[in-house]
């Protein structure tokens, strides 16, 4: 008996067994169906994703080398070359920065910021509260690189025993991003800050540098007399480096403020007051 003729006689055997297989074959195909338009919709959600993903980040991009050819043009425009220039035998400087242009762009702007051998050179703003240059830069647009600005709380003139400063970590390497070189030691141990205002030139020495867990993290702005010392000391021991400079020689001192490279940590940079020169005003 051939083959064929064999199968025919299965079935007519049971009839039933051909239609079992029919149904089977037929919910298969459903249930391919269903799978194929189940992975459409992950493929066009991952895709959509994907796109989102890719757009935020080069949006971010562009905004970080917009943030930062903007600040390197202001330093241009408003630093001159009597920044450098020494004191004379009076404790006077020339006024290197010409405050009367950063004032028309923003009455909010009270100093400057150098560090040298970082990409830190910025103006300092301050406002009523800590949240608003955040997101904000110091033509008080939104810019997700926010501003380098003074605490609220402290006199804009830089004379309260703790003055506080806070600025973003952003990865590309502005803002306060150096500040973990800082504390990671690759500057050394002899850092100066410089902070300008209109009036003054105060220098300070970085004595403490350390990374801190957010709920470890609190800034002081009304320090006295009385706990000067003992803060001072709260500050030094914290340190992951050995400055060999003694902080209670000042009277005042500078504090820094940033997130870690992965934003759950933050990094403190604490320098003390070491000199101050009266500027004189430029000719523009």
């Keep these: 008996m051939s083959r064929k003729a064999k199968h025919l006689k299965r079935i007519s055997k049971n009839p039933h067994k051909l ?32 796109c989102y993903s890719a757009y935020t980040l080069i949006n971010w991009y562009i905004g970080t080398k917009k943030a930062e050819s903007q600040y390197e043009e202001l330093a ?20 290197g920065i010409h405050f009367e242009e950063l004032k028309n762009i923003n009455e909010d702007i009270i100093g400057w910021i150098k560090i040298d051998n970082t990409t830190i050179n910025y103006p300092i703003v301050q406002t ?40 973003h970590h952003i990865k590309s390497g502005i803002m306060f991003a150096d500040l973990v070189k800082i504390y990671k030691g690759e500057l050394g141990t002899d850092i100066n800050i410089n902070i300008y205002t209109p009036a003054m030139e105060r220098v300070y020495k970085v004595f403490s540098s350390y990374e801190s867990d957010p709920e470890d993290y609190a800034i002081n702005t009304s320090i006295t007399e009385n706990q000067y010392d003992e803060f001072i000391d709260l500050l030094k021991n914290r340190s992951s480096i050995d400055y060999n400079i003694d902080p209670k020689q000042s009277s005042q001192i500078l504090t820094l403020s940033t997130c870690d490279n992965t934003g759950r940590k933050r990094i403190l940079v604490h320098a003390k007051l070491n000199e101050v020169y009266s500027l004189e005003p430029n000719d523009n």
Excluded: H, W
Excluded at 80 to 95: S, V
């Design 19 to 50: 239609y079992d297989k029919n149904k089977v074959k037929r919910r298969r195909k459903k249930e391919a169906a269903r799978l194929t338009v189940i992975q459409k919709i992950f493929l066009v959600i991952f895709i959509g994703i994907f």
């Design 128 to 167: 009523t509260d800590n949240a608003f240059y955040l997101k904000k830069d110091i033509y008080k647009k939104n810019d997700a690189c926010g501003s380098i600005f003074m605490d609220y709380k402290n006199n804009k003139n830089f004379t309260d025993k703790n003055n506080v400063l806070y600025g």
């Design 76 to 95: 241009q425009k408003v630093i001159t070359k009597e920044i450098d220039e020494p004191a004379d035998e009076n404790g006077n400087k020339p006024q």
